[in-house]
T-cell receptor, first 113, second 111 residues
Framework: NAGVMQNPRHLVRRRGQEARLRCSPMKGHSHVYWYRQLPEEGLKFMVYLQKENIIDESGMPKERFSAEFPKEGPSILRIQQVVRGDSAAYFC???????????FGPGTRLLVL | SQQGEEDPQALSIQEGENATMNCSYK?????LQWYRQNSGRGLVHLIL?????REKHSGRLRVTLDTSKKSSSLLITASRAADTASYFCATDRQGAQKLVFGQGTRLTINP
């Protein structure tokens, strides 16, 4: 049973470009969470989704960031017009149910030049 | 403000010694979890302790939870070089699903 998959593992963008981060949850998991980690810091919650629904986006910046988890396919975290401050590691986690353990993917490290 | 805060921020011990890390939090929780992160890698789930539990063991790991003091500790016994990593506690509050992480404890095991 494969774990949580994220791609790409590393992404380099220039300021103003768009970044698309993908997350495939563990098999059977329908709850997906996105977190961001700045260097030398803990993870900060961004958004919680179930299939086709955003449940909690209280950690998402108001502008440029969006997330989706379609009926088919991976969850996507999209960052438009990236700025240097968006450089961070973005982790996706999935769980079987909302009260269950969240299992994390390897992360996507975004570098904005 | 941070829900979970680990203490100490960094810990360096000799291989074979025990390592103890503490975590404090501010609000009522459902569960408290400990994760390990090797440098530049993802998070590995170590152990989950529910709010109605006081102690839990998993191999060389022992976790305690004191809800009256809003604190938890992670003990790693007979440490190994491979235990070198950052350790994070994460809490989920009642009625919410998101995890709130502390800043982490950076553990170094010296051979």
């Amino acid at each position: 049973n494969a774990g949580v998959m994220q791609n790409p593992r590393h992404l380099v963008r220039r300021r103003g470009q768009e970044a698309r981060l993908r997350c495939s949850p563990m098999k059977g998991h329908s709850h997906v969470y996105w977190y961001r980690q700045l260097p030398e810091e803990g993870l900060k919650f961004m958004v919680y989704l179930q299939k086709e629904n955003i449940i909690d986006e209280s950690g998402m910046p108001k502008e440029r960031f969006s997330a989706e988890f379609p009926k088919e396919g991976p969850s996507i975290l999209r960052i438009q017009q990236v700025v240097r401050g968006d450089s961070a590691a973005y982790f996706c986690a999935s769980s079987l149910d909302y009260k269950e353990t969240q299992y994390f993917g390897p992360g996507t490290r975004l570098l904005v030049l | 403000s941070q829900q979970g805060e680990e203490d100490p921020q960094a810990l360096s011990i000799q291989e074979g010694e025990n390592a103890t890390m503490n975590c404090s939090y501010k609000t009522s929780i459902n569960n408290l979890q400990w994760y390990r992160q090797n440098s530049g890698r993802g998070l590995v789930h170590l152990i989950l302790i529910r709010s109605n539990e006081r102690e839990k063991h998993s191999g060389r790991l022992r976790v305690t939870l004191d809800t009256s003091k809003k604190s938890s500790s992670l003990l790693i016994t007979a440490s190994r070089a491979a235990d070198t990593a950052s350790y994070f506690c994460a809490t989920d509050r009642q009625g919410a699903q998101k995890l709130v992480f502390g800043q982490g404890t950076r553990l170094t095991i010296n051979p």
